[in-house]
């Protein structure tokens, strides 16, 4: 069994995987980290690796914690990953990204994929048929939409997500809501068509925390899975493995 731990910005997801089969998911708090892993490994133990990910502000410190009843990997740069990266600055592209890019090379093989992941930014990363990673484009999420709006004006209120009762907000808030979700649904959609403008065989993986939320509002035909990025983490960590 593999324990796979994505570090995001603002929460850690984790999830224990038999294979390709994903056994059970977790959300967790940063400061929750040592606890949780304890309570999940004593569940589950049986798991004999931890394949970590993380671009949030956590010390390898905290996962050292378990190196004597697991090993701990850190999926790095200097990684091997089944694409070839012609991003102009490699060294600055997220972990996260290059995890993500990987899953869809392995699961999506000589196609054209777009990956979108809605998280407190949203990252957009496509790889061409011949597995080559070409970049993409990063932007706000929908809670730093929120958030902006409230701390950079004087009177804006800081709003939770909800769907817009309609495209025309009728008050303040309503006018916030439409503008933040029907924006962000616009811009990913706006983003989908330009691509596939220029790319056929094609195919667009949703994920991140806000999946659920925007994929019954895209117009376009998606694939929409919130864990791909654990998923991809195991896969990543499989195809090290077995190309080490």
């Known amino acids: 069994m593999i324990l796979t731990v994505d570090v995001g910005n603002t929460r850690i997801k984790a999830a224990?995987?038999?294979?390709?089969?994903a056994l059970e998911n977790f959300i967790f708090e940063k400061n929750e980290l040592?606890?949780?892993?304890?309570?999940?490994?004593?569940?589950y133990s049986e798991c004999t690796d931890l394949v970590a990910a993380s671009v949030g502000q956590i010390e390898k410190e905290a996962f050292?914690?378990?190196?004597?009843?697991?090993?701990?990997?850190?999926?790095?740069?200097?990684?091997?990953?089944?694409?070839?990266?012609?991003?102009?600055t490699p060294k600055t592209l997220g972990i996260d990204r290059m995890v993500l890019a990987s899953g869809a090379v392995l699961q999506f093989p000589k196609k054209n994929r777009l990956v979108i992941d809605a998280g407190t930014?949203?990252?957009?990363?496509?790889?061409?048929?011949?597995?080559?990673?070409?970049?993409?484009?990063?932007?706000?999420g929908l809670r730093l939409r929120y958030e902006s709006m409230h701390n950079f004006t004087a009177k804006l209120p800081l709003l939770a997500l909800e769907a817009p009762d309609s495209y025309i907000g009728n008050?303040?808030?309503q006018a916030m809501h439409s503008g933040v979700v029907n924006g962000?649904?616009?811009e990913i959609d706006g983003f989908i068509d330009e691509y596939r403008r220029q790319f056929s065989n094609f195919i667009i993986i949703l994920t991140g925390g806000d999946a659920d939320?925007?994929?019954?509002?895209?117009?376009?035909?998606?694939?929409?899975n919130s864990n791909f990025l654990l998923?991809?983490?195991?896969?990543?960590?499989q195809y090290k493995i077995d190309n080490d």
């Not at 224990?16 to 089969?21: I, K, P, Y």
């Not at 040592?34 to 569940?43: Q, S």
């Not at 790095?76 to 102009?88: C, L, M, R, S």
């Not at 998923?231 to 960590?237: A, F, G, I, K, N």
């Open 64 to 88: 050292l914690t378990f190196e004597n009843v697991l090993k701990i990997h850190f999926l790095t740069h200097e990684d091997v990953f089944p694409f070839i990266n012609k991003y102009a």
């Open 184 to 186: 962000f649904v616009y």
């Open 34 to 43: 040592e606890k949780k892993i304890e309570i999940i490994l004593k569940k």
């Open 16 to 21: 224990v995987f038999e294979g390709d089969t």
């Open 231 to 237: 998923e991809s983490l195991s896969q990543t960590y």
């Open 171 to 173: 008050s303040t808030t």
């Open 213 to 224: 939320f925007l994929a019954k509002r895209l117009k376009n035909t998606i694939f929409a």
């Open 121 to 140: 930014c949203v990252t957009y990363d496509f790889v061409d048929e011949n597995d080559h990673y070409l970049g993409g484009a990063i932007s706000p």
